[in-house]
């Protein structure tokens, strides 16, 4: 989808299918957060755990039901979703000391958080037996990997769909001319210009590049970067045509050619002439086409984006002061920016509604967005920080590493462990990812990320 953005000619029909595309992330962000708190749900039932709500969004609900001791419901606020199982949190035994006996924000964050939880088992009936906590350490962690891993597992099925239906975006030569044009203004070959490099090298429209001078699956931008740099050098090509690979040498030719800029304008002299550059040139369009790739494939593709989605999280904090400057300040937003649940239906809108556009297109553009979503939701997920899932996996795998700890020391067994005292550390993490979130929204009602420019 690089070089120029396709337009976005508003009508009635564009405003339209910009709404389509709307409600189809809508219906898709239900589907995963649907799915990602039904494995919550299944797991903690399967347990035997008393779950009292299972809610899509937040808010008050717009429409719900019940069944058996669940309610069921859909709210307003589409930001996410959660199970209330009874018990999350252990309560402090009745008598016992209360071992923190200051008066301070701290202590009253932690009691709160036990008071409310005595009286969610209160609620219940008294009964804690079906308490979350009461769960062992390995069925406390099923619980809540159960939930990310329905995201995981959306993000694989989506990349299989497309990968193995559609294809993987991959450097392909697309048209070729008999000969090297002089310039860029020239639009055909005059009689007596010799026959141009693809030519001789036997380089065919539709080639797919598998490699160029030892780069493997180069990019459109490495291919002609080798091309212009290689005037009069002999450049190894490997292509894929017609299910073989090919082994290809091509020697590019001087030429002179207009000078592009990074937004896809061509460069200007300070007298207003055309600035332009000696560089190699083969006589060859290199463009991308969707390539069918075999199932193999799909897990190496989920992992790169396990990856980068990662390794965005890691650089957050630099990436939302960028944000921050952007949506206040002058700043252009990289296409790189994070992106609330708001900036990814506002792409997909944009998405639906270009004109020129084949359906193909647009529905691989949406199902990558999609799966990069579900994926992003897992490893923020993991995160081992309350109230995140990772953080209550987390605690229940420091709960095992004690208990084990204990039970080798031939100490009594500690019991379940008290995740009350993170309350306070817990309170800053939610407003973090509040504040977080309004920057997002608001950066991208106001300076949208241009992923297609």
């Known amino acids: 989808m690089g070089g120029v953005p396709y337009p976005l000619t508003v009508t009635v029909e564009s405003v339209l299918l910009f709404v389509l595309g709307v409600v189809v992330f809508i219906i898709g962000l239900l589907v995963s957060i649907g799915l990602h708190e039904l494995g919550h749900l299944s797991f903690a039932k399967l347990f035997n755990v008393k779950v009292t709500q299972y809610s899509l969004g937040f808010g008050k609900a717009i429409w719900s039901f019940r069944r058996g001791e669940t309610e069921y419901g859909i709210r307003p606020i589409l930001l996410g979703g959660y199970i209330s199982m009874v018990g999350m949190l252990k309560p402090r035994a009745t008598g016992r000391p209360n071992a923190i006996t200051n008066t301070g924000m701290y202590g009253a964050f932690v009691q709160d958080a036990r008071q409310a939880s005595a009286e969610q088992i209160a609620d219940a009936g008294g009964d804690d037996s079906r308490a979350f906590y009461r769960l062992t350490p390995w069925k406390r962690i099923i619980v809540m990997v159960a939930g990310p891993a329905m995201n995981l597992v959306i993000g694989i099925v989506l990349f299989g769909v497309l990968l193995c239906g559609f294809g993987a975006p991959t450097t392909t030569f697309t048209s070729s001319v008999d000969c090297v044009l002089p310039t860029s203004q020239s639009t055909r070959c005059a009689p007596g210009d010799g026959s141009s490099p693809a030519k001789e090298a036997g380089i065919r429209d539709g080639d797919v590049v598998l490699a160029v001078n030892g780069t493997q699956d180069p990019t459109i931008a490495e291919v002609s970067r080798v091309f212009k740099r290689s005037a009069g050098k002999a450049v190894t090509v490997v292509v894929e045509r017609d299910g073989q690979r090919r082994t290809l040498e091509v020697t590019p030719q001087l030429a002179t050619r207009d000078v592009v ?48 989605s990662a390794h965005l999280i890691i650089d957050l904090p630099q990436r939302l002061v960028a944000v921050w400057n952007a949506a206040f300040g002058a700043e ?54 309350l109230p995140l899932d990772g953080g209550h996996i987390a605690g229940a795998l420091w709960e095992a590493v004690k208990r084990r700890a204990h039970q080798l020391a031939g100490k009594p067994d500690p019991g379940a462990i008290d995740l009350a005292k993170s309350m306070p550390l817990t309170m800053v993490v939610v407003v973090l990812l509040a504040g977080m979130s309004a920057l997002l929204i608001y950066a991208d009602l106001v300076r949208p990320v241009d992923l297609f420019g």
């Open 261 to 308: 800029t990074d937004r896809g304008t061509v460069a200007k002299n300070a007298d207003g002439s055309t600035k332009t550059q000696q560089v190699g040139v083969v006589g060859v369009s290199i463009g991308q086409s969707l390539v069918r790739q075999s199932p193999a494939a799909v897990l190496p593709a989920t992992g790169a984006q396990i990856a980068a």
């Open 332 to 385: 252009e937003r990289s296409q790189d920016s994070p992106v609330s649940v708001v900036g990814v239906g506002r792409a997909i809108g944009e998405v639906s509604s270009m004109s020129g556009v084949p359906v193909v297109d647009k529905a691989y553009t949406i199902l990558g967005l999609l799966a990069s979503l579900n994926i992003g939701l897992f490893v923020l997920n993991m995160v081992p920080l």
